[in-house]
């Protein structure tokens, strides 16, 4: 009689031991999450985010190694932040902001330039601050959609942002290289930012998705921060989009 025999345990070392990222908007949502992931991988995290007091409770839940409450879009502010970090970095992701809605002729000249300009705005703002402070091969992580892809009455301004994302981010890869940049595009994900952007409609919203989308069921924050640590440790990607969104885009209605 022989006796059963088991196969040994695999084990590896975590994919950012050692690491530092730094996630800009990371109080709630997919930053927040990101944040814990990087931390299950063995990173030291730092969080910002406008709202001290949430920003502290976040730092506490993810165990990150400091905080900072600011606006990201205070460029003397956001220097200030970096000027203070140990250095190297290794990786930025950046949640911070929201999208856009709204009829165009209803937007005064400040409303477009908000609403075209403020992610890229900030992306460049962190990208100047990034220089020779990130270690060769580190990623600078944008965040984008897939729902202003299609033009429909309620979007606004929001299609032409969302074009000028890719274009950008390919770009800022080459002038930031060897340091890679890269873009999540995501559809519908279930934030406290689309809970306060649907309201009374949320669970109607998920409903929606759950029954149209090809996966079946909703994405969620985890899903989302999977991607962006996968971005981070595959050092063979840069300058490019991905998408995240359920197959959302490729459902009709559901752009």
Known sequence: MTSPTTSPTLRRD??????TVVVIGGSAGIGLETARRARAEGADVVLTGRDPARLERAGHDVGARSTAAFDAADEAALARFFDALPHPLDHVLITAGGPHYGPLL????????????????????????VVGRMRPGGTLLLMGGTGGRRIGHGLGIIS????????????????????RVNLIAAGFVDTPLSASLLGERLEERREELRTTLPIGRVVGPADVAALAVHLMTNTALTGATYDIDGGQQFVAGQG
């Open 14 to 19: 975590p994919d950012l031991l050692g690491q």
């Open 106 to 129: 209803e937007m005064d000249p400040a409303q477009v330039g908000e609403a075209l300009g403020s992610h890229i705005a900030v992306a460049l703002a962190v990208a100047r601050n």
């Open 160 to 179: 032409a942002a969302t074009a000028a994302l890719p274009p950008f981010t390919a770009a800022l890869a080459l002038e930031l290289a060897p340091v």
